[in-house]
């Protein structure tokens, strides 16, 4: 076949392409009847009620010198890690506020970090295309400096999110800005699978989050500047299992809901929205009321959800961190405007392993530590 | 522009100014079709782009076909809604796992199985919550003693 009719062949087959997507797009569409806010409310369920004092800013992490970007709590202890501007990693004793590491990393350019399952290890990436780890037992050198211990290489572009592979630390998934995910065997530093690039049904455009389900280990989720999130099979890595439509702007944050089937995303376009990970169907858009204050829509930049799932906890660029009714989708509580909130934009935030406390990390250069501290009625 | 790609761009804005980059592509956004005109684009290429188009074909016909039978999204929020009211009834009654299982209906028991790590779960945030309560959730408000300052908060009830 000449080059022409390939060209011809390539074009047919794009058009067909589109032409599928665009009535995927409406079919899908006809099938949304209704959301969860309309159907809970139908059933008359009130959201949430917080009192203004329930939920406390209980700690103030100082230390980091720059913006915060990242952090991660370890699952089971009152440990977390954080990735700044000034780039280093510090590593916190959440419970007494006190550093236990400070790393200062080879290359400061610093986007992602995430703390191994058993605590012992934590990881990084940005600009330098490379995914960091270091073993915290390990002896530091004559400036207090941590080596690090194995240097995961591959990535075409900056690394976005890393993230561990629950209960194995020798396993880890990151993002990149090259359009692809990695699943890494952090012993041998080798690749062993890439998920999206020149296979089809990958992001065509930069990815910038992960989230790996906690019910289902082998599945995860990304997040695109292509304005979709993917659902990936670690155990099939030529595909995606599926493509989730309907943001209209960078997917800056994914996150598993805890029940593992459903699944919640921040954008640009300043919403959340959850989706059934089986069926694909948006379940529920939360949108902020819009703001005269805002010169622009403040964008979100990450999500998380309480241990039960009813509340998700979504921070956004202008220091807005809101708590929704997941149900009702309502702001129940607006943490950025509490005593001693942030007084900058929230880059991350996480929940504590056992669901107790929120960390939100900040570019005022602050993490914090919020709890509920008012009257719990336990039924 | 994403924050994080946002990041990414500032970046490297500092890095030119400051020192030797660390080599990285320059990010970019969906084009929907790869390289614009004027690229030349090899046969074997072409040739791999039209079989890659061919996959991502079959699909999207796959996936039209099993939209045709798919429930209409109130389905899915029926069934979730559901998981965080019913049974986290049931968990409360201590119904035992094995009787759900030999009794009820299969979407039934997902749907129960699945509520066992949501609602039925004590979640410390919320004002009401089911138990049992975990008296470890208020460390945070407790007096911590660390090798080199004590520390401690009150919880908002403790001045009412």
Redo the contacts between chains.
């Keep these: 076949?000449s080059?022409a009719e390939?060209?011809e062949?390539?074009a047919a087959?794009?058009a067909?392409?589109n032409s599928?997507?665009e009535?995927?797009k409406q079919?899908?569409q006809l099938?949304?009847?209704?959301?969860?806010a309309t159907?809970?409310k139908n059933?008359g369920r009130s959201p949430?009620?917080?009192?203004a004092?329930?939920?406390?800013c209980?700690?103030t992490l100082q230390g980091h010198t720059g913006k915060v970007?990242a952090l991660d709590w370890t699952p089971e202890k009152n440990w977390i890690v954080s990735a700044s501007q000034d780039g280093r990693l510090i590593v916190w004793n959440a419970?007494?506020?006190?550093k236990t590491h400070a790393i200062k990393l080879l290359?400061p350019?610093v986007?992602t970090c995430a703390f191994a399952p058993n605590g012992q290890s934590v990881a990084c990436g940005?600009?330098?295309?490379a995914c960091s780890v270091f073993n915290l037992s390990s002896q530091s050198d004559r400036d207090g400096n941590i080596p690090v211990s194995r240097i995961l290489t591959g990535h075409?572009?900056?690394i976005?999110?890393c993230q561990y592979v629950p209960d194995q630390e020798t396993r880890l998934i990151t993002s990149s800005?090259?359009q692809t995910c990695v699943l890494w065997d952090v012993t041998t530093g080798q690749r062993i699978s890439i998920f999206g690039g020149?296979?089809?049904?990958g992001h065509?455009?930069?990815v910038?989050?992960l989230s790996i389900s906690s019910?289902n280990p082998n599945m995860f989720v990304s997040g695109s500047?292509?304005?979709t999130v993917r659902l990936w099979d670690l155990r099939i890595a030529s595909?995606a299992v599926?493509t989730y439509h309907g943001h209209d702007?960078?997917?800056?944050a994914v996150r598993f809901?805890?029940?593992?089937?459903?699944f919640s995303s921040g954008s640009?376009d300043g919403t959340c929205r959850l989706f059934?990970m089986r069926?694909g169907?948006?379940?529920q858009v939360y949108a902020r009321q819009p703001d005269r204050n805002d010169d622009e829509i403040p964008?979100v930049?990450s999500v998380a959800f309480?241990?039960?799932?009813?509340?998700m906890f979504s921070g956004y660029?202008n220091g807005d961190c809101y708590v929704w009714d997941t149900?009702v989708a309502e702001v129940v509580q607006n943490l950025g405007t509490l005593q001693n909130s942030h007084e900058g934009r929230i880059?991350c935030l996480g929940l504590s392993g056992?669901?107790?406390?929120?960390c939100t990390g900040s570019y005022d250069k602050n993490l914090k530590?919020w709890?509920?501290?008012?009257?719990?009625?336990?039924? | 522009m994403g924050t994080r790609s946002e990041r990414a761009a500032d970046g490297e804005a500092a890095v030119a100014e400051d020192q030797a980059p660390p080599s990285e592509p320059a990010s970019r956004r969906a084009a929907g079709g790869g390289g614009g005109p004027g690229v030349f684009i090899g046969k074997h290429r072409l040739a791999a782009a039209i079989a890659c188009l061919d996959q991502e074909i079959l699909s999207l016909q796959k996936e039209l076909t099993e939209l045709e039978t798919m429930e209409p999204s109130s389905a899915s929020c029926k069934e979730w809604v559901f998981q965080f009211t019913h049974c986290s009834i049931l968990s409360s009654l201590h119904v035992c796992v094995s009787v759900v299982n030999a009794q009820l209906c299969n979407s039934f028991k997902n749907n129960c199985r699945v509520v066992a790590s949501t609602e039925g779960k004590p979640d410390p945030l919320l004002p009401i919550t089911t138990g049992p309560e975990n008296s470890s959730w208020d460390r945070w408000f407790q007096r911590v003693r660390s090798s080199r300052n004590k520390w401690w908060a009150h919880k908002a009830s403790d001045f009412s």
Aim: hydrophobic share 30%; aromatic share 8%.
């Design positions: 076949m080059v390939l060209k062949k390539h087959a794009t067909t392409v599928l997507r009535r995927l079919r899908r099938l949304l009847d209704t959301d969860v159907y809970t059933q949430v009620n917080f009192s004092t329930d939920l406390v209980c700690r970007y419970l007494t506020s006190q290359c350019w986007m940005g600009l330098d295309s075409k572009g900056y976005s999110c800005g090259d020149e296979f089809p049904s065509t455009a930069d910038l989050s019910t500047c292509d304005s595909r599926r702007g960078d997917v800056n809901f805890p029940d593992g089937l459903r640009d059934d069926t169907h948006q379940l964008t930049t309480s241990i039960s799932g009813r509340l660029s149900l880059s056992d669901g107790s406390a929120l530590i709890a509920f501290g008012g009257q719990r009625k336990v039924i």
